[in-house]
């Protein structure tokens, strides 16, 4: 079975602090997200990286960054929270094609 | 415009009633697509890949309209366990994005 776990389920931070989310993924999967879910937007995506230390933009990068220093790992980093930031962030990895995608529980992030 | 859009509903069906949802997506070279399904503060979960020749899979029948640029997802006999929101994804590039639609809610109602 795919496991992918993320590092916290919800999170409560200030507006300003650093925020770093984690995700990791058992499946020796080369393909990994980062998305956000908003009511009535659906889930855009952050950033993708497709192998170690590779990265993408995606829909919405602005005020994120990301790390990707080994395969099963990767990083969602705020650098500067702001509250509208508040939101689920859902990691996803993926092998090849793209019915392989999986999903993490998600954390819920609340900024205050 | 949206490169996929669904309408959200709530769809409020009685138990063993059929119900379909649509949805239509701007690309028109996009190269797959599904359905996920999505229950409550939880991940989502594929359901369903969708053919071009249709597929079906138990109660559920997926469809797929390249000429008018949509996709459908059917359920016969709902259940109480199909209360969930359903999530139309395409793969527009043939790469591994993939682009979600906001989701459909459907509530099965005893």
């Known amino acids: 079975d795919v496991k992918v776990t993320q590092s916290s389920r919800y999170l409560v931070k200030r507006t300003g602090e650093k925020v770093f989310l984690e995700c990791v993924q058992d499946m020796d999967h080369e393909n990994m997200f980062w998305y956000r879910q908003d009511p009535g937007l659906g889930l855009r995506l952050i950033y993708f990286s497709y192998d170690v230390k590779m990265k993408e933009k995606g829909d919405i990068p602005e005020g994120y960054s990301v790390s990707r220093e080994k395969k099963e790992r990767f990083s969602l980093i705020l650098e500067s929270a702001s509250t509208n930031q508040t939101s689920m962030y859902l990691c996803?990895?993926?092998?090849?094609?793209?019915?392989?995608?999986?999903f993490g529980p998600g954390t819920r992030l609340l900024v205050l | 415009r949206k490169e996929v859009e669904q309408d959200p509903g709530p769809f409020n069906v009685p138990e063993g009633a059929t119900v379909a949802f649509n949805c239509t997506y701007s690309n028109s070279a996009s190269q797959s697509f599904f359905w996920y399904r999505q229950d409550c503060r939880k991940e989502p979960k594929l359901l369903m890949s969708v053919y071009s020749s249709g597929n079906e899979d138990g109660r559920f029948t997926a469809q797929l309209n390249r000429a008018s640029q949509y996709i459908s997802l059917l359920i016969r006999d709902s259940k109480l366990s199909d209360s969930a929101t359903y999530l139309c994804?395409?793969?527009?590039?043939?790469?591994?994005?993939?682009?979600f639609g906001t989701g459909t809610r459907l509530t099965v109602i005893p």
């Open positions: 994804v395409v793969n527009p590039t043939g790469a591994n994005n993939l682009f």
């Open positions: 996803a990895s993926g092998g090849e094609g793209p019915e392989t995608q999986y």
